[in-house]
């Protein structure tokens, strides 16, 4: 038998999830709104 969430996990598309449905766009909307409220405009990504 094999665990659930293991199998989940290995099987789940991460950079899918914040667009597959309305509600996860929203979210997605939310936290690009929030970030760029707190990351500073001259600021370096590594």
């Known amino acids: ?5 293991i199998e989940n996990y290995e099987n789940y598309k991460e950079e899918d999830r914040l667009t597959t449905n ?3 766009r929203i ?3 939310n936290t690009v709104k929030v970030l760029k409220e707190h990351i500073k405009k001259k600021s370096k990504t590594h």
């Not at 038998?1 to 969430?5: A, L, Q, T």
């Open 1 to 5: 038998m094999k665990n659930y969430v």
């Open 22 to 24: 309305n509600a996860r």
């Open 27 to 29: 979210e997605f909307v």
